[in-house]
Nanobody, 124 residues
Framework: QVQLVESGGGLVQTGGSLRLSCAAS????????MGWFRQAPGKERERIAT????????YYADSVRGRFTISRDNAKNTVTLQMNSLKREDTAVYYC?????????????????WGQGTQVTVSS
């Protein structure tokens, strides 16, 4: 399995931006579909963005489409989530995850490797 470490979370005001990064170990990063998920207190975990192995295909949840952008750099073993126009409801712990399932970009399934999460808090 691949090991994942997220960074970049923090406290930001409504309307602000944050950039989350996920560093992956191993030499097979380019074989994984990558995704970002989040979980707010008292809520189920939500898939917010996924990206294909080569980076050409992406998926966004309706709640973040147009505000968040997922990208990856296979040479650096990193996946990034650029978050703009943040809202209070974006407050959550954000997780990076990896899947070996090709269809995971759309289906959102098969994510077997997870990071420890990074807290994002949006205040008014």
């Amino acid at each position: 399995q691949v090991q994942l470490v997220e960074s970049g979370g923090g406290l930001v005001q409504t309307g602000g931006s944050l950039r989350l990064s996920c560093a992956a170990s191993g030499r097979t990063f380019s074989t994984y579909v990558m995704g970002w998920f989040r979980q707010a207190p008292g809520k189920e975990r939500e898939r917010i963005a996924t990206i294909s192995r080569g980076g050409s295909s992406t998926y966004y949840a309706d709640s973040v489409r147009g505000r968040f952008t997922i990208s990856r750099d296979n040479a650096k073993n990193t996946v990034t989530l650029q978050m703009n126009s943040l809202k209070r409801e974006d407050t959550a712990v954000y997780y990076c995850a990896a899947s070996t399932t090709i269809t995971a970009v759309v289906a959102g399934t098969g994510f077997g490797s997870w990071g420890q999460g990074t807290q994002v808090t949006v205040s008014s």
